[in-house]
T-cell receptor
Framework: AQSVTQLDSQVPVFEEAPVELRCNYS??????LFWYVQYPNQGLQLLLK??????LVESINGFEAEFNKSQTSFHLRKPSVHISDTAEYFC????????????FGRGTSLIVHP | DSGVTQTPKHLITATGQRVTLRCSPR?????VYWYQQSLDQGLQFLIQ???????AKGNILERFSAQQFPDLHSELNLSSLELGDSALYFC?????????????FGNGTRLTVT
């Protein structure tokens, strides 16, 4: 079975600073990887996904994540954060064969200070 | 707006009672997933339906049951409620059931058992 580890439960950062939210997964087969964002009192929204091809994927609001197969990681980065990026971020993995049900990490709370 | 509708938004009930949570998937999505989100357990997969049939089961208690109706809406029934059932319950939908199909989440139902 696959599993996901988000190494930081909380990441405080100042506005306009860079940020990295870490995600590691374990799986014996090929995977699909996702980052979701949850704003207060809302459901999760897809931020970006890696299915195949280029290992660097980007979102429309400046986030990017890089799939590193050797490190089994899919870290999320943003070069300059905004107050509005304050939210809970979830990394998720599903298998390309077998169980397709996504497994989610415990989440990382990104807190952007002015 | 994800297009997934969950009702009610909030539910407060007593131990031993039974409640029903309702979900309407995004238009065109055939698959519905139920997740439980709590502070100590994170986001836990409960059960999944595809076009009216149960397709996968996760950590769902025997006191809980679900179904998907011909119009594709789904209901999650929770009975003999305990204090520990207090959580945020999310419904999500997807077009397909392959692992590369991202999920679209509703805003959740917050259940408080007193």
């Amino acid at each position: 079975a696959q599993s996901v580890t988000q190494l930081d439960s909380q990441v405080p950062v100042f506005e306009e600073a860079p940020v990295e939210l870490r995600c590691n997964y374990s799986s014996s087969v090929s995977v699909y990887l996702f980052w979701y964002v949850q704003y207060p009192n809302q459901g999760l929204q897809l931020l970006l996904k890696y299915l195949s091809g280029s290992t660097l994927v980007e979102s429309i609001n400046g986030f990017e994540a890089e799939f590193n197969k050797s490190q089994t990681s899919f870290h999320l980065r943003k070069p300059s954060v905004h107050i509005s990026d304050t939210a809970e971020y979830f990394c998720a993995v599903s298998l390309s064969g077998g169980s397709y049900i996504p497994t989610f990490g415990r989440g990382t709370s990104l807190i952007v200070h002015p | 707006d994800s297009g997934v509708t969950q009702t009610p938004k909030h539910l407060i009930t007593a131990t031993g009672q039974r409640v029903t949570l309702r979900c309407s998937p995004r238009s065109g999505d055939l698959s519905v997933y139920w997740y439980q989100q709590s502070l100590d357990q994170g986001l836990q997969f409960l059960i999944q339906y595809y076009n009216g049939e149960e397709r996968a089961k996760g950590n769902i208690l025997e006191r809980f049951s679900a179904q998907q109706f011909p119009d594709l809406h789904s209901e999650l029934n929770l009975s003999s409620l305990e204090l520990g059932d207090s959580a945020l319950y999310f419904c999500a939908s997807s077009v397909e059931i392959q692992g590369n199909s991202p999920l679209h989440f509703g805003n959740g139902t917050r259940l408080t058992v007193t």
